[in-house]
T-cell receptor, first 111, second 119 residues
Framework: SQQGEEDPQALSIQEGENATMNCSYK?????LQWYRQNSGRGLVHLIL?????REKHSGRLRVTLDTSKKSSSLLITASRAADTASYFC???????????FGKGTRLSVIA | GAVVSQHPSRVICKSGTSVKIECRSL??????MFWYRQFPKKSLMLMAT?????????EQGVEKDKFLINHASLTLSTLTVTSAHPEDSSFYIC???????????????FGEGSRLTVL
């Protein structure tokens, strides 16, 4: 299965701390994306990193990709209570195929 | 960014009835939409790829006669859960790529989801 695996499954941190989530996948990809989901809501795209990229930044988000290890990490710096949500990685094999989602990490940021 | 609207957001129905969920791309044309199902605290599982003007492509294990998908126009795809059973209770989410924003990058735009409860 192409489905990614995130770890940890759940993460609880204090406001202001950094949160790191990891994702591993199984086959070659065109790109890897990270999404956020608030409870009972749809998903919001956070950042996309292509297979030929190693690191990408967007505001307080930093994503890395290691294709040799088939893994990615999402770092949220200076976390806020509003960052509390589930975070999913998703892989795209060709750049135009349905995304396959990992199991997600539930992040709780305590004020 | 591209907007995808999903309706209804919540629906409760009795066993044996059918429920239709609509997914609309509001400001772009979507030749392809994707339907996902999500169980509580679980990941999204792809059910099917909805193609405008043609039959949907279902993932292995998804009953096409149970989950009817129709993509009659470039802005609307519908998922009908037929003869619903309590085990069909779930969170259903549609998504699409926009040709003007996200198509070339692979980004998906998601509806807000529809929570189905079958009694």
């Amino acid at each position: 299965s192409q489905q990614g695996e995130e770890d940890p499954q759940a993460l609880s941190i204090q406001e202001g701390e950094n949160a790191t989530m990891n994702c591993s996948y199984k086959t070659s990809i065109n790109n890897l994306q990270w999404y956020r989901q608030n409870s009972g809501r749809g998903l919001v795209h956070l950042i996309l990193i292509r297979s030929n990229e190693r690191e990408k930044h967007s505001g307080r988000l930093r994503v890395t990709l290691d294709t040799s290890k088939k893994s990615s990490s999402l770092l949220i710096t200076a976390s806020r209570a509003a960052d509390t949500a589930s975070y999913f990685c998703a892989t795209d094999v060709t750049g135009n195929t349905p995304l396959v989602f990992g199991k997600g990490t539930r992040l709780s940021v305590i004020a | 960014g591209a907007v995808v609207s999903q309706h209804p957001s919540r629906v409760i129905c009795k066993s044996g009835t059918s429920v239709k969920i609509e997914c609309r791309s509001l400001d772009f044309q979507a030749t392809t939409m994707f339907w996902y199902r999500q169980f509580p605290k679980k990941s999204l599982m792809l059910m099917a790829t909805s193609n405008e003007g043609s039959k949907a492509t279902y993932e292995q294990g998804v009953e096409k006669d149970k989950f009817l998908i129709n993509h009659a126009s470039l802005t609307l795809s519908t998922l009908t859960v037929t003869s619903a059973h309590p085990e069909d209770s779930s969170f259903y989410i549609c998504s699409a790529r926009s040709r003007t924003s996200g198509y070339d990058t692979g980004e998906l735009f998601f509806g807000e989801g529809s929570r189905l409860t079958v009694l």
